[in-house]
């Protein structure tokens, strides 16, 4: 059988908001990082065509690895808070963003 290569991508989640008068914020990144955690934990060291369901019928490009991160994130952020655009890198000149 074939053997499949890894790679390293890096995501770029950004959020839109107001900035909170007291925090001066407009989400804590210590509450955002969990949430981002929680998508990385699904991808990390997994053969994503294979072992993640979401790539079974779709190749896991940079542009549907983007709307995968989107679409995980979307609806668990705080009131207030919206994902303005998740990036992901596959390598340096190979970059998709996704808005929603």
């Given at each position: 059988?074939?053997v499949g290569?890894?790679?390293?991508?890096?995501?770029?989640?950004?959020?839109?908001?107001?900035?909170?008068p007291?925090?001066?914020?407009?989400?804590n990144?210590?509450?955002?990082?969990?949430l981002i955690?929680?998508?990385?934990?699904?991808?990390?060291?997994?053969c994503?065509d294979?072992?993640?369901?979401?790539?079974?019928?779709?190749?896991?490009?940079a542009?549907?690895?983007a709307?995968?991160?989107?679409?995980?994130?979307v609806?668990?952020?705080?009131?207030?808070?919206?994902?303005?655009k998740?990036?992901v890198?596959e390598?340096e000149k190979?970059?998709?963003?996704?808005?929603g």
């Amino acid at each position: 059988g074939s053997v499949g290569h890894g790679h390293n991508y890096k995501v770029e989640v950004r959020v839109k908001g107001k900035v909170d008068p007291v925090s001066g914020m407009v989400m804590n990144l210590s509450d955002l990082k969990p949430l981002i955690q929680r998508v990385l934990d699904q991808v990390d060291h997994r053969c994503l065509d294979k072992d993640v369901p979401s790539f079974a019928d779709k190749p896991s490009t940079a542009e549907n690895i983007a709307i995968f991160f989107w679409e995980e994130l979307v609806g668990r952020l705080p009131e207030g808070v919206k994902l303005n655009k998740v990036k992901v890198w596959e390598t340096e000149k190979n970059v998709a963003a996704y808005k929603g």
